[in-house]
């Protein structure tokens, strides 16, 4: 069961990943070295999801396992993070991506929980878990942002012309 447990939710953080890379990238007009690279950065730490799956599932959610896999969700989080500001700057600031992303409360809240869980792991790796866990279900709720941008992005174009 904790494989299994352990796959399911590392493969909802890789869809959560995919789905709002997509949709970052739908809105990205041009792309520079530097997008290439911090996108580059963001695949490294999203491949070692699996290790970091299977070595926490291996050991029954163990204490240091646990907190190696926070580790990665938080390098996950800062890279993404780093990916949205090089597409931002070299977009500009009124960028579609930029009006999209606004207070961003969700990508703020994800690294300070990633944060406490990691320490937690070895006082309890239930409630590191229970924080992944939480983490997951706040982004699996879709992020219309990007979306909602798109469309009042295009409608303030079609009333320009």
Same mark, same amino acid.
């Given at each position: 069961?904790?494989?299994?447990?352990?796959?399911?939710?590392?493969?909802?953080?890789?869809?959560?990943?995919?789905?709002? %890379?997509?949709?970052? !990238?739908?809105?990205?007009?041009?792309?520079?070295?530097?997008? $290439?690279?911090?996108? $580059? %950065? !963001? !695949? @490294?730490? !999203?491949?070692?999801?699996?290790?970091?799956?299977?070595?926490?599932?291996?050991?029954?959610?163990?204490?240091?396992?646990?907190?190696?896999?926070? @580790?990665? *969700?938080?390098?996950?989080?800062?890279?993404?993070? $780093?990916?949205?500001?090089?597409?931002?700057?070299?977009?500009?600031?009124?960028? *579609?991506? %930029?009006?999209?992303?606004?207070? #961003?409360?969700?990508?703020?809240?994800?690294?300070?929980?990633? *944060?406490?869980?990691?320490?937690?792991?070895?006082?309890? %790796?239930?409630?590191?878990?229970?924080?992944?866990?939480?983490?997951?279900?706040?982004?699996?709720?879709? #992020?219309?942002?990007?979306?909602?941008?798109?469309?009042?992005?295009?409608? *303030?174009?079609?009333?320009?012309?």
């Amino acid at each position: 069961m904790p494989v299994f447990l352990s796959y399911v939710l590392s493969f909802v953080y890789v869809g959560i990943y995919w789905n709002n %890379h997509h949709h970052m !990238l739908h809105v990205t007009a041009k792309v520079t070295g530097g997008v $290439l690279w911090a996108n $580059l %950065h !963001l !695949l @490294f730490w !999203l491949s070692l999801f699996p290790f970091t799956t299977a070595w926490m599932s291996e050991n029954h959610f163990a204490s240091a396992p646990s907190a190696i896999y926070g @580790f990665v *969700l938080l390098m996950a989080a800062i890279a993404y993070v $780093l990916l949205q500001q090089r597409i931002i700057a070299a977009q500009g600031s009124d960028s *579609l991506l %930029h009006r999209a992303i606004g207070s #961003d409360w969700k990508g703020k809240v994800s690294p300070v929980l990633y *944060l406490a869980a990691i320490p937690l792991a070895f006082v309890s %790796h239930w409630i590191a878990q229970a924080i992944y866990v939480a983490v997951a279900l706040i982004w699996l709720v879709p #992020d219309r942002r990007i979306e909602r941008a798109i469309t009042e992005g295009g409608e *303030l174009r079609k009333r320009s012309v």
